[in-house]
């Protein structure tokens, strides 16, 4: 069976090990992200990119169950999809963006 285009860049899992520099001793994580296509790519981040990574995911995932619920809630109410897509755009707005390339303007 082949993949769809689509399935070539939709995600299907990421993985991630710890491991140590055999030439500097320092602890460093292979990280991992595969493609329902079969595609990987991978790399290598320190802990602390890890650790920072992991709590921005943490917060991501927090706040997409209380946008959910929130949405939920504003149906309930009746409000119209334009008044309730403009209200959760302007609370993610509000929210601190997630920067994952340092490089590029992140923290």
Do not use: N
Not at 64 to 81: C, F, H, I, K, N
């Amino acid at each position: 069976m082949t993949a769809s285009k689509e399935d070539e860049h939709r995600l299907r899992s990421i993985q991630i090990e710890s491991a140590v520099s055999a030439f500097t001793g320092e602890p460093f994580c292979l990280v991992a992200a595969f493609t329902q296509g079969g595609r990987r790519i991978g790399g290598q981040l320190g802990p602390a990119e890890v650790r920072a990574l992991a709590l921005a995911w943490l917060e991501a995932a927090a706040a997409a169950e209380y946008d959910a619920a929130l949405v939920a809630q504003l149906r309930e109410a009746r409000v119209s999809d334009e008044v309730v897509g403009s209200f959760i755009h302007g609370l993610r707005e509000r929210r601190r963006p997630l920067e994952l390339d340092p490089e590029e303007g992140g923290k």
